[in-house]
């Protein structure tokens, strides 16, 4: 049986492996082709992981979390382009995609008004940035409701496949 860490300072890998209850070397028993070695490298920041071993730990862990954090916080190109998604509970997710759907029926309008010629004139510029703020705010809450069903998913609580049926009918 492994050590327990000690370790004051742990990174997010770290954490989600001891959340899952497994050492180094379990971990890299059900990761298959990731040493125990890598894992500590990793952890201990001595080493950057690689896209494929985040994928291998998010799915050992059960810690669909672990892609997203790896992408907005460590990829170069991702710290650019993706944001961080909190995890939040269904029904925060729920609320917070109707109000932006309300927000948003309410600027579908001006939205047609400001882009039917395909420019955006000075006196539309302000309408169209807070449209686009709302945009944003419904693409992160679409964001957080992917991670809580990939989440939920990988905690056994939803089977995938029932998830991914197609009714007959389409």
């Known amino acids: 049986m492994g050590r327990k860490s000690t370790k004051e300072n742990k990174n997010q890998y770290q954490i989600s492996r001891e959340n899952a209850g497994l050492t180094r070397e379990a971990a890299s028993e059900k990761m298959v082709y990731i ?24 799915e050992c862990y059960k810690n669909p979390s672990l892609c997203n954090y790896y992408c907005s916080q460590e990829c170069p ?26 927000t948003l029926q ?30 944003e705010k419904m693409a992160m809450t679409i964001d957080s ?17 029932l998830l991914n049926e197609r009714d007959s009918g389409d």
């Open 35 to 58: 040493s125990s070695d890598r894992i500590e490298k990793i952890e201990s920041e001595k080493s950057e992981p690689h896209p494929d071993e985040i994928l291998a730990m998010a």
């Open 106 to 135: 309410k600027q579908k309008d001006r939205l047609i008004e400001i882009t039917v010629d395909g420019e955006i004139s000075e006196d539309e510029a302000a309408d169209f940035k807070a449209i686009r703020k709302d945009l």
């Open 77 to 102: 190109i991702g710290r650019e382009y993706v944001p961080q998604v909190e995890m939040k509970d269904l029904s925060q997710i729920t609320l917070e995609m109707l109000s932006s759907l309300n």
């Open 145 to 161: 409701l992917r991670l809580w069903v990939d989440s939920t998913i990988a905690s056994g609580k939803i089977d995938k496949d």
